[in-house]
């Protein structure tokens, strides 16, 4: 493995860690576009090495970026 793919994988294990509380819209688009963007380079990663950890740590991180993007869409107007 290479010292970038530590790199994300660390990046990916703390975002995962951190505590998902975003006050703002702007905190939830930002939170959603880093996860999205993390999810992607993990699976370059995982494109090369076919490492089940890190399809686990992608289908974690999927989870994570659904809820976020369900609190940015809010609830539909009755």
């Avoid at 006050?23 to 993990?42: F, H």
């Amino acid at each position: 493995m290479e010292v970038k793919d530590t790199e994300i994988i660390d990046k990916a294990t703390e975002f995962e860690n951190r505590k998902h509380v975003y006050k703002s819209t702007n905190e939830k688009i930002v939170a959603s576009r880093e996860v999205k963007s993390l999810i992607l380079e993990l699976n370059e990663i995982y494109k090369e090495n076919k490492d089940s950890d890190i399809m686990d740590m992608m289908k974690r991180l999927t989870i994570i970026k659904r809820k976020v993007e369900k609190r940015l869409k809010g609830r539909p107007d009755s």
